[in-house]
């Protein structure tokens, strides 16, 4: 089994309770009165990558949630940058520090969203990172996945599965280059290969920009340009999220048995892919579990100034064809199993409670 990295996060900087105090007492911020009053209206700001990423939909639904769940004051604003912008990601921070709201939780995009973050938490403004994490700033809190986790998941699916297979010769599909969610998971995945053994190769990473076009071209491309490889991992669901008439020579070399595809995130629309034995299976985040509880922890901090940690886990669910022991309750789903899940927007979350 994998094991889990040290944190690189900067020792200097401010810490969890100086953040807190400069925050309940700042007195310039998006709501008046007395912040640890439930009756005093909170705004919390809720920036993803991108808005047309159904996962983040489902967080969105989440956080609304635990918002209700929680007595209704609190105004939520739900805004991203246009083409997953990192510069205007962090232009957004910086406007809403002018603000003075009362805490953000974001999708970071890069480098230079951490850097705003840092400037958030100077100004006295909890930030959380979900999704996509800045380990080395001085956010308050990351909340979601363990990326690296996910991907030696990933791997240990890979290796099962080709482990009779020969030699392979392994291509990656990243997204935008520098997002650090994304590089963890190309670590977890890499380790978990190499840990097992097997003889392999990884000959290309690829990036689409989490643009679905683009992420098409580049791994068709990829297999035009080097039909030798046989293997295809996926650190984002982008090519699974398009008609698969897009992508005929990845399909042709997967129903031929040349390909083996590996994925990562659990979004409907990847499900079928799985189903019908073109990708042998799927590690997904808890996305509802974002929004919902991100929304609890800031909650937490800005009224009651508590300590949720470093880091939030909520775990990671397998999807494959079938299912695996322990069903749903151990993160194990089959297709169907998952499907229902987002059918009936099943996903039930109990809020994270503070160390």
């Known amino acids: ?116 973050i840092d400037a958030a938490i100077a100004a006295g403004i909890p930030v959380i990172t979900f999704d996509s994490d800045c380990p080395d700033s001085t956010r308050t809190s990351y909340v979601g996945s363990d990326n690296y986790e996910g991907g030696y998941a990933a791997g240990e699916m890979f290796v099962e599965h080709v482990k009779d297979k020969g030699p392979q010769r392994i291509a990656i599909l990243t997204g935008m280059v520098g997002a650090t969610n994304l590089a963890e998971r190309d670590a977890g995945f890499k380790k ?8 392999h190769e990884f000959v290309v990473t690829v990036a689409g920009n989490d ?39 990845m399909v042709g070399m997967i129903e031929s048995g040349d390909l083996t595809v590996v994925s990562f995130d659990s979004i409907q629309p990847q499900l079928s892919w799985v189903a019908d034995d073109l990708v042998i299976g799927l590690v997904g985040q808890k996305y509802y579990a974002w929004g919902y509880q991100s929304i609890q922890v800031l909650n937490g901090i800005v009224r009651n100034g508590s300590n949720f940690g470093e880091i939030v886990n909520t ?23 998952m499907n229902h899940a987002w059918d009936t927007s099943d996903f039930a979350e109990t809020p994270i409670e503070p160390k």
């Open 1 to 116: 089994m994998y094991q889990r990295r040290s944190s690189n996060r900067r020792s200097a900087g401010v810490t969890l309770a100086a953040v807190v105090m400069m925050a309940l007492a700042a007195c310039t911020g998006a709501s008046a009165g007395d912040k640890s009053d439930p009756d005093t209206e909170l705004t919390f700001i809720g920036i993803p990558k991108t808005l047309d990423n159904v996962a983040y939909a489902v967080a969105r639904d989440g956080a609304e949630k635990r918002i209700e769940e929680l007595g209704g004051n609190i105004k939520l604003e739900w805004v991203a940058p246009a083409g997953a912008d990192p510069a205007k990601q962090a232009q957004m921070i910086e406007s809403y520090v002018q603000r003075g709201v009362d805490g953000i939780f974001v999708a970071a995009l890069g480098p230079s969203v951490c850097n705003a």
């Open 315 to 337: 775990g990671i669910d397998v999807v494959t064809k079938n299912g695996g022991e322990g069903g749903p309750a151990a993160g194990q789903y089959s297709v169907a199993e």
């Open 192 to 199: 978990s290969v190499e840990d097992s053994g097997i003889d």
């Open 211 to 249: 643009d679905l076009t683009k992420s098409v071209e580049a791994v068709e491309s990829t297999l035009r340009g080097d039909p030798t490889i046989n293997a295809f991992y996926f650190d984002g669901p982008w090519p699974m999220l398009v008609d698969r008439s897009n992508l005929p020579v």
